[in-house]
């Protein structure tokens, strides 16, 4: 009788783009009939506002600061396409405790049987940057979450906290944790940031969900407080995202990454320097390289 | 709909679970019909003294398993005060046939600056390890602490890896002490755990009788408990069943199997409550649904119920007339003796009502109580067996009852304002202003001695003697220092209640 659901963490650095994909992955899963919650664990709280024309939504903590007994209903908003908006929220920077902030507020729902309870396809955890303490890894520990899918653009910084991510992911495999189901490659607009990140998830032994191009339609979209899916549902772009939404649908399988050592990671990135030198120079190194 | 959810690391605490309050003043009819009616809120205290930590009574529920030992994942302080359990064990394992207690082993993983910043996870596991090589326990219990909590140590999967590599239970407890100011959320944290990783799911077999299947089930009852007299098997002896008393002087095999018992019972419905509530939600062990045997009425419904369910309605009938014969002559002596005493009662809020029906029975006039906390619901949803509604159908309304989570400066207002006859105590350390008032004071910390006919005698004997030898309180008064000043004590006691 029970569905399976499945439930998903988006990791990245902060400012890779990780609320738009999450939020277009979203809307374009709500689309093939699927009922999906996003549960934006940010205590900037806006990963779920261009599902909801922009607004801002009061979050789990804010209520719970207001109250101690909280109906988890009430932090629970429905955007496009009935999809069920949740914002862990958390402290003003530079205080309190973001990570904690995020396990009380995944224990709360979990807690009510919210996710049972909505009958829920899917869960997508939209997750702060860098696994930077403990609450922060809440969402691939305790099997929460099944798959994590990590937004990296092919800026070394992105890939860097990628290759951190798959750190803290290797470390909680062994404990029936969430695996990595690959890298969803953002902003590459140019083949040799094809190359790099195609090269970084062939190193850690993963795989690319999808290539999404820089574009300014997601731009217009969003300052009209809109997904992509949404406002521009005949864009190139939409349907980049819905290829995204089909691919995480079919993924079933995920692995323990690879991650790279330190040294590793240097020596990778010094290599590719060498390389955009190259490019840049317009020098001819061979027909792999030659852009 | 239960509140119990097995399938999350931690318990759901009782502020969110049973809109449990720890502020309240006014009589027990108001508290008992507000918590019916939903409309129970609690009252904050702009002021407030000490207050007890979850991790502690987390502690108390597993420390006292019999095969187990105890690692607190925190900084050493977190652990200082758990010597107590130590014993608390061995002072009453005589009382459940354990001639040679075991010292009770707990640890501390020692939390340091070190680990608050890079994370506790690998000191944890290693002390874990090194706990086992030491004890070769059956089970390790782990209890968290706010340090743990805060920096988000994986403290269930380290556990669980631990578990399969040394091949017995390790079991997370989650009771951070600031999820709770209600600090009872402590022994549901070690329930919940170890209704997750202990309990063997029930196991089915066909009957042909009914042609359906039935939980397969062994002579027994559980009995949530802390320790004390073992007043249940003499009952049960005579139902052909014996008591699985849980989970203080449990073993793991003991706690494994309470899934097959025919029934849970409770000492205390603050104490059971979720225990009960999820051996009977999650693993289909029916909770015996009436208060625990204190008073004569109450005894008799207990018993009576206990019959039904065991179907054995003969037997409790036996019982209660035996009883009856046996203590109600004594019972009406004592009444006559200790007509016109009135007595002051501080205790949790499920012993607390038990000590008020002890006080109705004997007909001494309850002047009012300091409970420390107020749970409006229990976990298996049985409002007949909330202790204090029925203190209040079978002995009348009792004045002043304040939830007060030991507020010391509360007690000793209300005190030296009530002046009681005697001051009634279940904890350590409660009756001491009571002795400086000049009070006679009566501390039982065994729950059980005062249950059923016996517990009333028992209970109204101790009394009296208490009352005739009142010289030690009297010249304590006269040279005790009052550390309240006259400002205080003339002031209304609930001053510092938020009003509603």
Same mark, same amino acid.
Request: with cysteine; net charge negative; glycine share 10%.
């Given at each position: 009788?029970?569905?399976?659901?499945?439930?998903?963490?988006?990791?990245?650095?902060?400012?890779?783009?990780?609320?738009?994909?999450?939020?277009?992955?979203?809307?374009?899963?709500?689309?093939?009939?699927?009922?999906?919650?996003?549960?934006?664990?940010?205590?900037?709280?806006?990963?779920?506002?261009?599902?909801?024309?922009?607004?801002?939504?009061?979050?789990?903590?804010?209520?719970?600061?207001?109250?101690?007994?909280?109906?988890?209903?009430?932090?629970?908003?429905?955007?496009?396409?009935?999809?069920?908006?949740?914002?862990?929220?958390?402290?003003?920077?530079?205080?309190?405790?973001?990570?904690?902030?995020?396990?009380?507020?995944?224990?709360?729902?979990?807690?009510?049987?919210? +996710?049972?309870?909505?009958?829920?396809?899917?869960?997508?955890?939209?997750?702060?940057?860098?696994?930077?303490?403990?609450? +922060?890894?809440?969402?691939?520990?305790?099997?929460?979450?099944? *798959?994590?899918?990590?937004?990296?653009?092919?800026?070394?910084?992105?890939?860097?906290?990628?290759?951190?991510? +798959?750190?803290?992911?290797?470390?909680?495999?062994?404990?029936?944790?969430?695996?990595?189901?690959?890298?969803?490659?953002?902003?590459?607009? *140019?083949?040799?940031?094809?190359?790099?990140?195609?090269?970084?998830?062939?190193?850690?032994?993963?795989?690319?969900?999808?290539?999404?191009?820089?574009?300014?339609?997601?731009?217009?979209?969003?300052?009209?407080?809109?997904?992509?899916?949404?406002?521009?549902?005949?864009?190139?772009?939409?349907?980049?995202?819905?290829?995204?939404?089909?691919?995480?649908?079919? *993924?079933?399988?995920?692995?323990?990454?690879?991650?790279?050592?330190?040294?590793?990671?240097?020596?990778?990135?010094?290599?590719?320097?060498?390389?955009?030198?190259?490019?840049?120079?317009?020098?001819?190194?061979?027909?792999?390289?030659?852009? | 709909?239960?509140?119990?959810?097995?399938?999350?690391?931690?318990v @759901?605490v009782r502020e969110?679970r049973l809109?449990t309050?720890t502020?309240?003043?006014?009589?027990?009819? #108001?508290?008992?019909?507000?918590?019916?009616?939903?409309?129970?809120?609690?009252?904050?205290?702009?002021?407030?003294?000490?207050l007890g930590c979850s991790?502690s009574n987390a @502690?108390c529920k597993?420390?006292?398993?019999?095969?187990?030992?105890?690692?607190?994942? /925190?900084?050493?302080?977190?652990?200082?005060?758990?010597?107590?359990?130590?014993?608390?064990?061995?002072?009453?394992?005589?009382?459940?046939?354990?001639?040679?207690?075991?010292?009770?082993?707990?640890?501390?993983?020692?939390?340091?600056?070190?680990?608050?910043?890079?994370?506790?996870?690998?000191?944890?596991?290693?002390?874990?390890? $090194?706990?086992?090589?030491?004890?070769?326990?059956?089970?390790?219990?782990?209890?968290?602490?706010?340090?743990? /909590?805060?920096?988000?140590?994986?403290?269930?999967?380290?556990?669980?890896?631990?578990? #399969?590599?040394?091949?017995? &239970?390790?079991?997370?407890?989650?009771c951070?002490?600031?999820?709770s100011k209600v600090w009872t959320s402590g022994f549901d944290a070690s329930y919940?755990?170890?209704?997750?990783?202990?309990?063997?799911?029930?196991?089915?077999?066909?009957?042909?009788?009914?042609?359906?299947?039935?939980?397969?089930?062994?002579?027994?009852?559980?009995?949530?408990?802390f320790?004390?007299?073992?007043?249940?098997?003499?009952?049960?002896?005579?139902?052909?069943?014996?008591?699985?008393?849980?989970?203080?002087?449990?073993?793991?095999?003991?706690?494994?199997?309470?899934?097959?018992?025919?029934?849970?019972?409770?000492?205390c419905l603050t104490l059971g409550s979720y225990l009960?509530?999820?051996?009977?939600?999650?693993?289909?062990?029916?909770?015996?649904?009436?208060?625990?045997?204190?008073?004569? &009425?109450?005894?008799?419904?207990?018993?009576?119920?206990?019959?039904?369910?065991? #179907?054995? &309605?003969?037997?409790?009938?036996?019982?209660?007339?035996?009883?009856?014969?046996?203590?109600?002559?004594?019972?009406? #002596?004592?009444?006559?003796?200790?007509?016109?005493?009135?007595?002051?009662?501080?205790?949790g809020a499920g012993h607390?009502?038990?000590?008020?029906?002890?006080?109705?029975?004997?007909?001494?006039?309850?002047?009012?109580?300091?409970l420390f906390h107020h749970d409006?619901?229990n976990d298996?949803?049985?409002?007949?067996? =909330?202790?204090?509604?029925?203190?209040?159908?079978?002995?009348?309304?009792?004045?002043?009852?304040?939830?007060?989570n030991?507020?010391?400066?509360?007690?000793?207002?209300?005190?030296?304002?009530?002046? &009681?006859?005697?001051?009634?105590?279940?904890?350590?350390?409660?009756?001491?202003? /009571?002795?400086?008032?000049?009070?006679?004071?009566?501390?039982?910390? =065994?729950?059980?001695?005062?249950?059923?006919?016996?517990?009333?005698?028992?209970?109204?004997?101790?009394?009296?003697?208490?009352?005739?030898?009142? $010289?030690?309180?009297?010249?304590?008064?006269?040279?005790?220092?009052?550390?309240?000043?006259?400002?205080?004590?003339?002031?209304?006691?609930?001053?510092?209640?938020?009003?509603?």
């Amino acid at each position: 009788m029970s569905k399976q659901l499945k439930q998903i963490a988006i990791y990245g650095k902060g400012g890779i783009g990780k609320s738009t994909t999450t939020s277009n992955l979203s809307a374009a899963l709500a689309d093939m009939g699927y009922r999906v919650m996003q549960f934006g664990c940010d205590p900037k709280a806006d990963s779920t506002n261009t599902l909801r024309d922009g607004t801002y939504i009061p979050t789990v903590l804010d209520l719970l600061r207001e109250k101690k007994q909280v109906d988890a209903h009430e932090a629970i908003f429905t955007g496009y396409n009935s999809i069920y908006c949740v914002e862990a929220g958390g402290p003003a920077p530079g205080v309190g405790c973001a990570g904690r902030g995020i396990i009380t507020a995944v224990q709360l729902l979990k807690q009510q049987r919210i +996710f049972e309870e909505l009958d829920l396809d899917y869960v997508i955890y939209d997750v702060l940057g860098d696994v930077v303490c403990g609450g +922060f890894a809440v969402p691939i520990r305790e099997g929460i979450a099944q *798959h994590v899918f990590t937004v990296s653009s092919a800026d070394f910084m992105a890939i860097y906290a990628a290759n951190n991510l +798959f750190k803290g992911i290797q470390k909680y495999s062994n404990a029936g944790g969430a695996l990595l189901g690959g890298v969803i490659a953002n902003s590459i607009s *140019h083949p040799f940031q094809r190359e790099i990140i195609d090269d970084f998830v062939c190193r850690t032994k993963t795989q690319v969900m999808q290539y999404v191009p820089r574009s300014i339609t997601v731009t217009q979209s969003e300052l009209s407080g809109k997904t992509t899916i949404e406002g521009a549902p005949e864009s190139e772009q939409a349907a980049v995202y819905r290829e995204l939404a089909r691919r995480i649908d079919e *993924h079933t399988d995920s692995k323990t990454p690879a991650p790279l050592g330190p040294e590793q990671l240097k020596n990778w990135a010094a290599s590719w320097a060498d390389q955009l030198v190259a490019i840049e120079i317009g020098e001819v190194r061979g027909e792999k390289e030659a852009i | 709909m239960s509140n119990i959810n097995l399938s999350v690391p931690a318990v @759901a605490v009782r502020e969110i679970r049973l809109n449990t309050i720890t502020g309240f003043a006014g009589n027990a009819s #108001e508290l008992v019909q507000q918590s019916c009616s939903g409309g129970l809120g609690e009252r904050r205290r702009s002021f407030t003294q000490c207050l007890g930590c979850s991790t502690s009574n987390a @502690a108390c529920k597993v420390v006292l398993v019999q095969d187990g030992v105890v690692i607190s994942h /925190g900084p050493v302080g977190c652990s200082a005060c758990l010597h107590e359990f130590a014993f608390t064990y061995r002072v009453n394992a005589p009382l459940r046939g354990i001639e040679k207690p075991t010292p009770r082993h707990v640890y501390s993983t020692n939390l340091t600056e070190d680990e608050t910043v890079f994370g506790g996870n690998e000191k944890l596991a290693a002390t874990i390890r $090194e706990v086992f090589e030491r004890d070769h326990p059956a089970v390790i219990f782990i209890i968290t602490t706010c340090a743990s /909590g805060i920096i988000g140590d994986d403290v269930e999967g380290i556990a669980d890896e631990a578990a #399969e590599e040394l091949g017995v &239970p390790v079991v997370a407890i989650f009771c951070e002490g600031f999820r709770s100011k209600v600090w009872t959320s402590g022994f549901d944290a070690s329930y919940h755990a170890i209704a997750r990783k202990l309990i063997n799911p029930s196991r089915f077999e066909h009957d042909p009788a009914t042609g359906t299947s039935k939980r397969v089930t062994r002579p027994l009852v559980n009995v949530v408990n802390f320790w004390g007299s073992d007043i249940f098997n003499p009952w049960f002896e005579r139902f052909g069943v014996r008591a699985n008393y849980l989970t203080p002087y449990a073993t793991l095999e003991s706690l494994r199997y309470s899934s097959e018992a025919l029934a849970s019972v409770q000492v205390c419905l603050t104490l059971g409550s979720y225990l009960g509530g999820a051996l009977e939600s999650e693993f289909g062990v029916p909770t015996l649904r009436a208060a625990p045997p204190y008073g004569v &009425p109450a005894t008799e419904r207990w018993l009576r119920a206990l019959g039904a369910l065991l #179907e054995k &309605p003969e037997v409790a009938e036996q019982i209660i007339e035996e009883e009856r014969a046996a203590s109600l002559p004594r019972i009406a #002596e004592l009444r006559s003796q200790l007509q016109g005493t009135t007595a002051y009662v501080t205790a949790g809020a499920g012993h607390g009502h038990a000590l008020l029906a002890l006080l109705g029975e004997l007909g001494i006039q309850a002047v009012g109580a300091a409970l420390f906390h107020h749970d409006p619901l229990n976990d298996f949803d049985a409002p007949e067996a =909330d202790q204090l509604a029925a203190r209040v159908g079978d002995y009348g309304d009792v004045p002043n009852i304040s939830i007060c989570n030991k507020q010391e400066f509360e007690l000793v207002n209300v005190l030296n304002r009530v002046s &009681p006859d005697l001051l009634l105590a279940r904890h350590g350390g409660m009756t001491l202003w /009571g002795a400086k008032l000049g009070i006679p004071s009566l501390l039982i910390g =065994d729950e059980q001695w005062g249950m059923g006919f016996e517990g009333v005698v028992k209970y109204g004997e101790s009394i009296l003697e208490v009352l005739e030898n009142d $010289e030690f309180v009297t010249n304590l008064a006269k040279h005790a220092i009052n550390p309240y000043t006259q400002w205080w004590l003339s002031q209304e006691p609930y001053r510092f209640l938020e009003v509603e």
